[in-house]
């Protein structure tokens, strides 16, 4: 037996919330514009940077684009998903650009 039974809940946030529904998480109150900014601003900072600094700032991009991606992925239909790991695909192959570069 795994240890979960039907009350139990699947993750710490599970937990110590219940379970999260569309518009409830964390991020909610953060205004999409603001979002749109700061990844703006990074991945030009990244990109204008460049070498080892710009490729640090880029890798924490993707880092960050790869969990959004993982914890929304259920709830993704075929075309986001495809269309989001295409987006991070790009994003690695830049950064990865600016390290060989």
Known sequence: MSGRGPG????????RRGRM???DGPLARV???????????VFAAGVIIGGFAGAVLLGALAIAVAVL??????????A???VRILVLAILVAITVGLVVR
């Open 69 to 78: 991606l993982a914890t929304t992925w259920p709830r993704l239909t075929s």
């Open 80 to 82: 986001e998903r495809l």
């Open 8 to 15: 139990r809940a699947r993750s710490p946030f599970a937990r």
């Open 21 to 23: 529904v569309p518009g």
């Open 31 to 41: 205004p999409p514009v603001a979002v749109f900014a700061v990844v703006a601003v």
